[in-house]
C-alpha cells in the first residue's frame, strides 16, 4: 500500500511536494490491492513553531489538528485519487496523516480519537 500526497498550485500539479502557498490545493493518491475495500481517514497537523508559546500546564507547545475531507471508503486499485481536496493556512510546518483500515473503527463511550495515523504520513513545511 502506498500513499501520496499531491499539490495544485496555480494549475501546475506537483508529485511529492514539501511546500505549501497560500491558495495550494492538496489531494491525496492511495494504491492498494483491487481485491481490497478500505476506509480512510485524513488528518493535518500544524506543527508547533519554536515561536508558539508554551502551554503553561503542560510545558508543550499546541498541535493545531484537522480533518479537512470526512472519513469514508474508497475503492482499492493502482493510483486511486481519495475523493475531495484541501489546502492548509498559516505559516507552520504540517503532518498530513492518513490511517487506512478494512472498515471504519468503532468508538466507546469516552473514546478519544488518536492521531498518530500509522500508514501514510508526509510533512510539508511553512509557505513557500
Not at 30 to 42: K, N
Not at 66 to 71: K, N
Request: aromatic content about 4%; charged content about 20%; some cysteine.
Amino acid at each position: 500500500m502506498t500513499v501520496e500526497l499531491v499539490r495544485e498550485r496555480a494549475g501546475a500539479i506537483q508529485l511529492d511536494a514539501r511546500r505549501y502557498a497560500a491558495g495550494d490545493r492538496w489531494k491525496l493518491v492511495v494504491t492498494c490491492p483491487p481485491s481490497a475495500a478500505a476506509w480512510i481517514e485524513i488528518s493535518v497537523a500544524e506543527l508547533a513553531g519554536a515561536n508558539q508559546p508554551r502551554d503553561a500546564t503542560r510545558g508543550v507547545r499546541p498541535l493545531v489538528i484537522d480533518t479537512p475531507i470526512a472519513p469514508g471508503p474508497i475503492r482499492c486499485g493502482n493510483r486511486v485519487v481519495v475523493p475531495g481536496a484541501f489546502t492548509i493556512t498559516g505559516h507552520a510546518a504540517n503532518r498530513i496523516c492518513a490511517r487506512i483500515t478494512a472498515a471504519p473503527r468503532r468508538l466507546g463511550a469516552g473514546h478519544r480519537p488518536r492521531h498518530r495515523l500509522r500508514h501514510g504520513r508526509s510533512s510539508v513545511a511553512g509557505p513557500a
